[in-house]
């Protein structure tokens, strides 16, 4: 595994901004280390205390079971959209006429800007070849790599790219990075640098920003067939479309069946999740891979170049510049990309830590927002509040929410001994074990699910093995908790102390 330079952001020094990067972590350790203190709180009101949180923790476990349902309910219905959006003729759909005043579908460019660093040139190989298999006007596709300056290897693959596709777009660029001082060296920077030289670029040659749409694409993902048209399409359509960000749904499947059992079962997981934020728009946030206009992109003030996770950053740049207007829309087709592998079956798991960990680092928002939260007079006060409600909860939730649906049983337990010895104290461990047993029981709806989505099982693999391949989701708890709880919570004690993550390359295509 790959590690990259770090240069320290300006400005964490200050008083000020450490206290604010210190309220998450502090926040998901006062809950993680509840058994130390909730029975001093509660221990003067004896079994009483102990009998209000047992009743407490079976309502959590009902309502994770009526939640669990009703978020598989809405996998399945973006499931059902994206069959539909898939089987679609997109590029016929272009053809229809849009309207007085407005660009027409196919007015518009589409650029794919691809940051890469040691990337195998098979994997590059594959993820242009998909935006040149598109079904979209060859003269109406860009694509631009982006390398080191220094990275004589990635100018080669380049090299070797341009001219293999070069004729199947309308034009290729080669985005060379000089890594400016004061950078930390990461996807950010690149498409910080990248998206300004782009744009320079794109003007010199004549280029509307505004029907030129950028998609941040990942170098292991490759876009759908469909892709190109169903966003030109669609974003033709929008009223405020310079405002408007669109989020494809990820599926790891490019190598799924070259990866471990833990990783299989992980990257299923952020798919399913990524699939029900786009049934409820309003939580949906960028993604790793994503696509809007140039003039968004211009006018957000392009990405950070003194962060590590891109995504979720300008997505909050986006939001602080254009308020209310700002959407994130679900765009109802799949981007393919790599699961995490890595050299061995060890580095595999590894890979797929520091991935986590590397999502998870964006809790670095929270201090970012909270110093801007109240400084924008423009946006109703309402809308930044949900919104970082929204942010708080959520990575909080990362790490509590799964160690409580596991153990919170124990915990009235932990306020008061003499509480299992009552008929409630000695029923309510085998009551939540049973709540939590049937929300388990809804991954077989997922299991169902995910045998639709994935590409057909290697042929030299043996009855069983495809059986148990089902069956392996079931091992989320123990994976989750080892693959993700424990990562996040690595991230947030990181902020928490002012040791801040490294950027590592995620291996893929190995």
Not at 167 to 186: C, M, N, Q, T
Not at 267 to 284: E, G, N
Not at 435 to 457: D, F, G, H, S
Not at 465 to 488: C, D, K, N, T
Request: glycine fraction near 6%.
């Amino acid at each position: 595994m790959a590690t990259l330079e770090l240069n320290a952001p300006s400005g964490r020094s200050e008083v000020g901004h450490r206290l604010l990067e210190a309220v998450p972590g502090l926040t998901s350790w006062t809950l993680l280390l509840a058994p130390a203190w909730v029975s001093i709180v509660t221990g003067a009101m004896g079994l009483d205390g102990a009998y209000w949180i047992a009743v407490a923790i079976l309502a959590f476990d009902c309502y994770w079971l009526v939640r669990s349902l009703f978020v598989i309910t809405n996998i399945y219905r973006t499931w059902f959209r994206l069959r539909h959006a898939m089987a679609t003729d997109w590029l016929a759909k272009c053809e229809e006429p849009v309207g007085e005043g407005r660009p027409q579908p196919l007015d518009y460019y589409h650029l794919a800007i691809i940051p890469t660093y040691t990337e195998p040139y098979h994997v590059l190989q594959e993820t242009v070849r998909a935006i040149a298999d598109a079904a979209y006007p060859t003269e109406r596709k860009l694509v631009a790599v982006i390398t080191r300056e220094t990275d004589e290897a990635g100018w080669g693959h380049v090299a070797r790219l341009r001219e293999e596709f070069g004729s199947r777009l309308a034009a290729f660029y080669h985005v060379k990075d000089p890594l400016e001082p004061g950078i930390v060296i990461g996807k950010s920077a690149a498409m910080n640098w990248g998206g300004r030289w782009m744009h320079q670029v794109l003007l010199d040659e004549g280029y509307d920003p505004s029907l030129v749409l950028v998609t941040d694409l990942d170098s292991d993902y490759r876009v759908h067939r469909q892709y190109l048209p169903w966003v030109s399409y669609h974003h033709a359509r929008e009223e405020d479309r310079d405002c408007v960000l669109w989020q494809p749904v990820p599926l790891f499947h490019n190598n799924i069946w070259r990866v471990p059992t833990a990783v299989r079962v992980m990257s299923a997981s952020t798919t399913q999740w990524q699939m029900y934020l786009h049934s409820r728009p309003a939580r949906l946030v960028a993604f790793s891979s994503y696509t809007c206009s140039l003039k968004f992109v211009h006018d957000a003030g392009y990405w950070d170049k003194d962060v590590i996770p891109e995504d979720s950053r300008f997505y909050w740049k986006a939001f602080f510049s254009f308020g209310t207007r700002f959407r994130v829309k679900p765009l109802y087709l799949p981007l393919y990309g790599d699961s995490p592998t890595g050299r061995d079956y060890a580095a595999a798991h590894l890979s797929q830590y520091n991935q986590i960990k590397r999502w998870a680092w964006g809790i670095t928002d929270i201090p970012y927002v909270l110093e801007r939260l109240f400084g924008h007079a423009e946006i109703p006060l309402r809308a930044r509040l949900r919104r970082f409600f929204n942010l708080y909860v959520n990575h909080v939730n990362w790490v509590f929410l799964p160690v409580l649906l596991m153990f919170g049983a124990s915990m009235p337990i932990w306020v008061s001994t003499d509480f299992s010895l009552t008929t409630f104290g000695e029923n309510v461990w085998g009551l939540s074990t049973a709540i939590v047993t049937c929300t388990l029981a809804t991954v077989v709806a997922l299991i169902y699910l995910e045998a639709r989505m994935l590409p057909p099982k290697p042929k030299e693999w043996s009855l069983p093995r495809r059986l148990v391949a089902h069956l392996q989701y079931f091992a989320y708890p123990a994976v989750g908790l080892v693959l993700s709880v424990i990562p996040a919570l690595e991230a947030h004690t990181r902020l928490l102390f002012g040791q801040y993550l490294e950027y590592k390359i995620t291996e893929k295509g190995v």
